[in-house]
């Protein structure tokens, strides 16, 4: 959730891995990254959500439901 991700981000960079696949940036909206880019955010549900631009990030990396997401200082 969005606090306890906070709470981490706070001690410096990150590293978040969907998969096999590292994930290279956090953005605050769908519309930062670019088109097809797979990005992280923190969506409407306050949860961290891997995102793709104008796609879908669990098509472009063949991740489905229960997928792992790893998410851990860098």
């Known amino acids: 959730d969005r606090r306890t991700f906070e709470r981490l981000a706070r001690g410096g ?3 978040i891995v969907a998969g096999d696949h590292p994930v290279a940036r956090f ?8 088109p097809g880019e797979i990005c992280a955010l923190i969506g409407s549900t306050e949860h961290v959500e ?3 631009n104008t796609g879908s990030a669990a098509a472009q990396l063949g991740l489905g439901p229960g997928a792992e997401v790893t998410i851990a200082r860098g």
């Open 50 to 52: 891997i995102a793709a």
């Open 13 to 15: 960079s990150i590293q």
């Open 27 to 34: 953005v605050t909206t769908y519309a930062e990254g670019a």
